[in-house]
């Protein structure tokens, strides 16, 4: 058997072609590396199959089958689609009352196909709106005591022909041509936090042996993620304390003109993380801070608060949310308690007629707009801040890494 190395080109694999290579490097697949952390979406556990004949009602069960007929038929009230499932003991109908038209276009007679739902009865066996896998023909119930891997197809790679089985049997090769894969943990480190292998990890979560080694496997892969994530921000964090930035130090006259006039008092909480964001805009390193708290936390009046302090030390404040909705819900929220200092607030959405936006824009640039508050159009080239001593994103995982670090560019 061929030995390679894992930064190999996959092309060197038996069953890639230069035309399935291409497909694959369309979705970021181009070294046998890459092919192997190409994890399943799922793993389909065939010890646990129940044969048809073998189901009851009420109860959920795995299924396996092979599609005998299917189509549309009307009810008394709608339209459904059934799809007629045996697998030699029994016949079972998987039936859909919505998405029919997406639906149909799924299912060809003589599929294999993995079932997951409640059987139900109504004029004999059925399961409404199952959990189905399409299978490779040779992926059969009689095949016992495997757990499948289930991987994820787009239509680009089934119109290259690259199927569950090709995909799996491309792997196999792979795991077992590869000379060897490089573990960034030694052995010490691996045993003393109970982990298994790396090459032993990528086994297991494309042919697991067992359930228990298959968990083992996504605890680990799930270990490195983590820690090399940790890693990431660790490097992040140190390059934004390297950051020059202005000192925000002074407490102004907007922050206190509007804690004055709240209706309600502040919990410790809220004023403790006041405290903590204006001890940091003191310095002169960019602070990077995430505000966590449930709906309703008051996370919303600690954002108002430090833009009436970032605003008093004659900055201006953008504030970057993912929705048109939430850009007016937000605008509504801070106007409503920016306007007691008197301070100039406005929201910048997509949708704004080219006139009011250019004037809005060149009010930004002049400074003549302290607070700005909108969607992503905030971070298009046209728009400049005078001085922008502070940003806010909520909601920020919806957003790239890119599209923030925009914002945060265009600051003093």
């Known amino acids: 058997m061929n030995s390679f190395d894992i930064d190999d080109t996959i092309t060197k694999l038996s069953q890639i072609s230069s035309q399935r290579a291409k497909v ?11 092919l192997l952390y190409y994890f399943p979406r799922k793993h389909l556990d065939r010890t646990n199959i129940t044969l048809i004949r073998d189901v009851t009602r009420g109860n959920k069960f795995n299924i396996v089958g092979t599609v005998e007929t299917f189509g549309e038929r009307s009810t008394r009230y709608k339209k459904i689609f059934q799809v007629i499932v045996t697998d030699g003991t029994g016949l079972i109908a998987l039936t859909w009352f919505n998405s029919i038209r997406f639906i149909k276009k799924l299912f060809k007679k003589g599929d294999t196909i993995a079932v997951h739902g409640k059987v139900e009865w109504y004029k004999g066996l059925t399961i409404n709106h199952p959990e189905f896998d399409r299978l490779d023909h040779d992926d059969n119930p009689s095949n ?12 680009e790679l089934r119109s290259a022909g690259i199927e569950q089985r090709l995909i ?94 709240l209706s309600f008092e502040l919990t410790k909480a809220q ?20 505000l966590q708290g449930d709906v309703g ?40 308690e920016l306007s007691k200092a008197r301070i100039t607030c406005c929201s910048l959405i997509g949708k704004m007629n080219k006139k009011e936006r250019k004037i809005i824009i060149n009010n930004i640039e002049a400074g003549k707009i302290s607070v700005v508050i909108g969607t992503h159009a905030i971070i298009q080239e046209d728009i400049n801040f005078k001085n922008l001593g502070l940003v806010i994103i909520d909601e920020q995982h919806r957003f790239g890494v890119g599209q923030r670090n925009k914002l945060t560019e265009k600051g003093i």
Do not use: W
Not at 25 to 32: A, E, K, R, V
Not at 144 to 155: C, E, N
């Open 144 to 155: 016992t005591g495997a757990i499948i891997p289930i991987y994820p197809l787009t239509i």
């Open 297 to 336: 936390s008051g996370k919303t009046i600690v954002a108002i608060l430090s833009t009436a302090l970032a605003v008093g030390n004659n900055v201006q404040v953008a504030l970057m949310v993912p929705t048109e909705i939430l850009a007016t819900q937000h605008y509504e929220s801070f106007q409503k």
């Open 24 to 34: 694959f490097s369309g979705h970021q697949i181009n070294s046998i590396s890459e």
């Open 271 to 290: 004023k403790r993380v006041i405290r903590e964001i204006h001890s940091d805009m003191k310095k002169n390193v960019c602070m990077n801070r995430l």
């Open 168 to 261: 799996r049997k491309t792997i196999l090769e792979a795991l077992n041509s590869v000379s060897s894969v490089n573990d960034m943990f030694n052995d010490l480190f691996i045993r003393s936090n109970n982990l298994c292998g790396l090459d032993e990890s990528l086994k297991q979560i494309h042919y697991p042996d067992s359930i228990e080694k298959l968990n083992q496997a996504i605890y680990r892969l799930k270990f490195d993620e983590h820690f090399l994530l940790q890693i990431f921000m660790a490097m992040i964090k140190k390059n934004i304390k390297s950051e020059k930035t202005k000192a925000l130090k002074d407490v102004g006259p907007y922050f206190k003109s509007i804690r004055n006039t």
